[in-house]
């Protein structure tokens, strides 16, 4: 295969996720050599989802190579709502423990909502507890989610142009979609230094139409679906920068399984001047940034606790 | 002046504002028959901004012709934070009152955010809490800002279609631009029922032709910036929605004070199909949103308390 110096840039996740953990990790040693206790995370995990088990388990790696403590509670899928939250609760209240997290999905018979808001705020490393989304779309210091967080931080250190740029998500997911474009369009000056974009949101109900024509006008394209294909080269400015965070599971020609995004890679790499893998594009970075949260949330508790 | 057949049509906000006292008026009827206690807000000024006084003067007329009680403290402006957030607890833990607003802003010395966070978020009607902010932006039930909700009362009484249309929010504010986008943008199947349009949010950062660009492709306009003449007639799509919420006192050509908003009125109603007047637009809807959320407070307070 020949490239041509108008290919786009192949922004590479999975490195600058490496870059990210050993920065974390020398952060961490710091921390530590600074009389603090190692930071310590915890993963709940409800039922046998394999999924789940993996994406747990790509987590807890993180954790050994930066030298966060992890533990892994691995309740059953019979597990009650009232139990699960008495676990999460046990944590909460644990001062060895600084941040929680529950895998999701969790099974039919608990109610997310209120499993992602039980756990406290300080220790809420997804971001998904009602006052820290509450705290990002104010601006203010929180715990931002960890997917969302990864895109930022992937446009910021490839140095992609926002201010006053135009940017599209597609997708309007309240982990991935929703908090993206309030750091997207939000102000620079703030606490949780927005992008200053302007941004349009497009969904389900967004005609198919529209989205080609809103997507042409970026110079900068998200996408969070989950519909393999969904963005074609013709939806594409040349030179813009398409962030991939789709993935799905399909089966190719020969059988055999593969991870791909919402993006025609292949297609779309001939027009955009950058674009993210999959895998390896977002899915590093969204490791990356829960390993960030948790040292965040580490750091916050000692500083509360020595004030 | 002649009409011609292809003005817009203009919204009358006043008198929807009036439609919805006098149904809100019927609803507490019902409510206090039921044998609860009448429902309360409390308005608490610091400092003597006659624009403040004047705005809470508005609030209070309008609980009085609906029937909640009304109480206003007015503070001195030399009243600490600290002493502030005495009074607002001291309403947070009285039973008889339902509703905690403080009007804004607040004295420099007084940090506002600390203040919006200090009242409970069943008892804020106000919907600045960032508890409730997360809520909206989650979609669920909570209570939602005054003016955004105002804005999307007024669309959806006056039968614009939003569903998979394109909207243009013009401003990033926390208390409109943002708020009012979540509702736009978001899902008409959940709790808040949100409008499910394509949403653009544009700011001071987007750059005048894109704004331009972005408000022409527009079926509804919302402008909330406060700059006069900022939305011109050249900007506008033949037939869109213009909902003008900017306002600003200006002198006109004989020295006397008007309020204005940013919409260039005169020439954008040649093209619109909607358009609100300032004042007799949006204002009046925000006033009636705050009775709504004060006489929502009070019903979901009594079933608190009967669960």
């Known amino acids: 295969m020949r490239f041509t110096s108008n290919m786009a840039q192949i922004i590479d996740g999975k490195n600058?996720?490496?870059?990210?953990?050993?920065?974390?990790?020398?952060e961490l040693s710091q921390f530590v050599a600074e009389g603090n206790p190692v930071p310590h995370l915890t993963a709940i995990i409800v039922g046998e989802d394999p999924a789940s088990q993996k994406y747990v388990e790509k987590k807890t790696e993180a954790c050994k190579k930066i030298g966060i403590r992890s533990r892994t509670i691995v309740l059953p899928e019979s597990t009650t709502q009232a139990e699960l939250l008495d676990v999460i609760d046990k944590q909460n209240k644990d001062e060895s423990v600084n941040g929680v997290l529950v895998q999701l999905p969790v099974p039919a018979h608990i109610d997310e909502r209120t499993v992602c808001n039980a756990i406290i705020a300080a220790k809420d490393v997804d971001g998904f507890n009602e006052i820290n989304i509450g705290r990002l779309a104010l601006d203010m210091n929180g715990i931002v989610p960890a997917t969302p967080l990864g895109v930022k931080t992937l446009l910021e250190r490839t140095n992609i142009p926002t201010f006053g740029r135009n940017a599209v998500v597609v997708g309007r997911s309240k982990n991935v979609g929703l908090p993206l474009s309030i750091l997207l369009h939000s102000d620079g000056s703030h606490a949780t230094k927005g992008l200053d974009a302007t941004v349009t949101i497009c969904h389900r109900y967004t005609p198919a139409k529209e989205l080609a024509k809103y997507c042409r006008q970026a110079d900068i394209i998200v996408v969070a679906v989950g519909k393999p294909g969904l963005i074609t080269k013709d939806m594409v400015k040349p030179g813009a920068c398409v962030i991939d965070v789709g993935i799905t599971r399909v089966q190719?020609?020969?059988?055999?399984?593969?991870?791909?995004?919402?993006?025609d890679f292949d297609e779309v790499r001939q027009v955009a001047g950058h674009i993210t893998p999959v895998p390896g594009g977002v899915g590093p970075m969204t490791v990356a940034m829960l390993m960030q949260n948790t040292i965040l949330a580490a750091k916050k508790q000692a500083a509360d606790r020595a004030n």
């Open 252 to 263: 190719d020609e020969a059988g055999k399984y593969k991870l791909v995004g919402d993006v």
């Open 16 to 26: 600058m996720a490496n870059q990210i953990h050993s920065e974390l990790c020398k």
